[in-house]
């Protein structure tokens, strides 16, 4: 597993790896009605990208990565500032064919050393109750789980001062 950063060739596999072999409401914002790819969601996947190539210091204060498995784009992770000082957000998707191997472990070990190479002190994550593939992730990770102030979502967050997270 490999993360890599996402020039123009690079997003022409990673939204051909969404499209066809991910649902459409866990790759992008809901800018279309229904689960379905439509070329609004492709327009705005590969704005999504393009506009996080100049990094967190960037205007989206954001940064994403393809992740690569055996030299197939298999999925996306990001890191975003929060309003917390020296706290990052972070987020994968992957698809559906690549889920259960232990890839998005791997994925979100490497994210969490970049995020504290770039002098993060955290990371944050949200994900729902129903979520239990994401969650078992995070809490192999490291990651503390608290139900959201909604109920219906859960937060979790990692504090590099209590360890960094497990990578195994």
Known sequence: MTLVDIDE?????????????????????????GDEWSPARIAWLKDFHRNRR?????????????????????????????????????????T???????????????????????????????TTVGNEAALGVLARLGFDVAPSTDGAGVDVLLMFSTGMARTD
């Open 9 to 33: 060739p690079t997003l022409d596999r990673l939204v051909n790896a969404a499209i066809t072999d991910a649902p459409a409401n866990e790759v992008t914002a809901p800018v279309a009605t």
């Open 54 to 94: 100049n990094g967190l210091s960037g205007s989206a204060g954001e940064v994403t990565w393809a992740i690569l498995v055996g030299g197939q784009v298999v999925g996306s992770v990001r890191l975003k500032r929060t309003a917390v000082p020296g706290i990052l957000e972070t987020g994968i998707w992957l």
């Open 96 to 126: 559906r064919r690549i889920r259960g191997q232990g890839v998005g472990q791997l994925a979100m070990a490497a994210v969490l050393r970049r995020a504290a190479t770039l002098g993060a002190q955290g990371v944050r994550a949200d």
